[in-house]
């Protein structure tokens, strides 16, 4: 029996966590069986880099999602997968209305990475249109229990075809990563002898940097904070640090593909989002041994981490909370120390190999189900057709 085939849509290779993701469960699934294509709307960008190097990319020449239906559809006709997996809104509602376009029979597994409340850029018809393509879907993935909930209450899904599946994080591979870098130097922007703070996300309003910088700013210690990501708040965040005279100890080199050798060498790790998915970033630094604090905003953060045991949850846009926790953290170095071993420990929960595991057995299931329908519905056709004769 031939592996099952899986296709995986991405609208682009944009340096995101939802690109990182998908392109580590196309590296991790053919080892639980399944064989993975990529198709995505335009082959070139910084999430290229993470990419396996034999992974077959199917790049269809644009970035207008609506202008590219016509050709995913053509893909999926020509390609014949027997499960099709796809994450973002916009993404995921192109992909529904492909598959239906090419007639397909296989199943449509659409993820979702974020609470749909608190995002201010999601109007009333890209709402009715996700709400549209997620009830009519085989199967939807929620990223967090929180963006599960929402899901089933905002937009009427049934609660057994929605699935919790957190992120797949190389978790190992980092730990191994960040205990060969502490043997070298730091890193560009890292000054020996001062503590670091270190934050990793697209400097976007989601991300929260602005509050970050606030806090940062009530520090009395002589710490640096290393932002690392790119993003078109970068001008605005910028201006706030000279506004506020911290210019001098924050370091912004824009996107970085391996952040390894930067959590290696800080001592406390931040995410200030005003809204997650899940926090892929989080289970990064716990796995670099790094303490870490997040604010416990809608809704992945609460799902990781554990209040005061595998790290600390701050209130979100509470500048004062998150200033407290920092300046906690950096002066209880041993009580740090104990959340960064409890949190390395826990994040072992999130290695590539076992959620990738979670994903195969759920496309297996989607394909099976999808199988048994198709049979049910030949075998009425044929009772239909044997009542009729008699």
Known sequence: MSEPRVLIWLSDL???????????????????????EVAVGQAAGLARQWAAPNLQFHELGGSRLAALIPSLA????????DAILSTMVDA???VYLAAKLAGTDAPIILRETNSHRARSDLGFVRRQLAGYAYRRGDQVIALSEGVRGELIEDMGLVSDRIVTIPNPVGVSAIARAAQQARDGAP??????????????????????IDILFDAFAKQQSDARLI???EGPERATLEAQAQRLGISERVFM?????DVNAYLAHSDLFVLSSRWEGFGHVI???????LPVIATNCPYGPADILRHNETGWLVPPEDANALATAMSYALGERADARRVAAAGAKAAERYESSCVAGEYAAMIREAIARR???RSAGKLAGRNLLDSAKL
């Open 14 to 36: 944009g340096g995101g966590g939802a690109q990182r993701t998908m392109l580590n469960l196309a590296a991790t699934l053919p080892a639980q069986g399944l064989a993975v």
């Open 92 to 94: 995921n509602v192109a």
């Open 74 to 81: 053509r893909l999926i006709r020509s390609r014949k997968p």
């Open 227 to 229: 932002v690392l990501g």
């Open 283 to 289: 289970v990064e630094a716990m796995a670099a041994g």
């Open 371 to 373: 199988k048994s329908l």
């Open 187 to 208: 890193p560009s922007g890292m000054v020996p002898g001062r503590p670091h703070i270190v934050a990793v996300g697209r400097l976007h309003r989601q991300k929260g």
């Open 253 to 257: 080199p824009g996107f970085v593909a």
